[in-house]
T-cell receptor
């Protein structure tokens, strides 16, 4: 059974460019979370979805960030325009409300570097 | 005050010793508590969760929760070099989201 899949695994871009990060949750999971991790701030929740609906986006840093979940098997996190301070590791995680609902399974992360 | 606080470490222990990792949280309404392990360059993975006051054991790992003191800890018995990682404490309140601490780096030396 495949875990959470994220792409790309690494992204290097220049300031001002648009960046799109992708996530495929574990099949059957109805919650999807986007996190950002930096040395200074640790692991921060950006936004999460339940049944494809955004529930809490209070962690999204500013309007440059947007996230969508068009269906149960796909989500995107977009940064437009990107800035050097957006450099971080972005994790996607999923879980199911049917079992240990709070056990979140993390993807491998996308390492973003904005020059 | 941070919602979830951990000492950043590093905590250095010799192989075979007990490693004790601590975490405090600020919201008394917190209901569920989690310990994740994160190896360098990897994603967090769940080690244990605990809901009730007291101890919960799983192999070499014991989670301890004291809601009155708003304190949760993780004990690792017979520490191995392979336990060297960053340990993240996470807390869940009434919503579905986890609040993570910044993690404690553990180093187990041979």
């Amino acid at each position: 059974d495949a875990g959470v899949i994220q792409s790309p695994r690494h992204e290097v871009t220049e300031m001002g460019q648009e960046v799109t990060l992708r996530c495929k949750p574990i099949s059957g999971h109805d919650y999807l979370f986007w996190y950002r991790q930096t040395m200074m701030r640790g692991l921060e929740l950006l936004i999460y979805f339940n049944n494809n609906v955004p529930i809490d986006d209070s962690g999204m840093p500013e309007d440059r960030f947007s996230a969508k979940m068009p269906n149960a098997s796909f989500s995107t996190l977009k940064i437009q325009p990107s800035e050097p301070r957006d450099s971080a590791v972005y994790f996607c995680a999923s879980t199911s409300s049917g079992g240990s609902s709070e056990t979140q399974y993390f993807g491998p992360g996308t390492r973003l570097l904005v020059l | 005050q941070k919602e979830v606080e951990q000492n950043s470490g590093p905590l250095s222990v010799p192989e075979g010793a007990i490693a004790s990792l601590n975490c405090t949280y600020s919201d008394r309404g917190s209901q569920s508590f989690f310990w994740y392990r994160q190896y360098s360059g990897k994603s967090p993975e769940l080690i244990m969760f605990i809901y009730s006051n007291g101890d919960k054991e799983d192999g070499r790992f014991t989670a301890q929760l004291n809601k009155a003191s708003q304190y949760v800890s993780l004990l690792i018995r017979d520490s191995q070099p392979s336990d060297s990682a960053t340990y993240l404490c996470a807390v869940n309140r009434v919503t579905d989201k986890l609040i993570f601490g910044t993690g404690t780096r553990l180093q187990v030396f041979p």
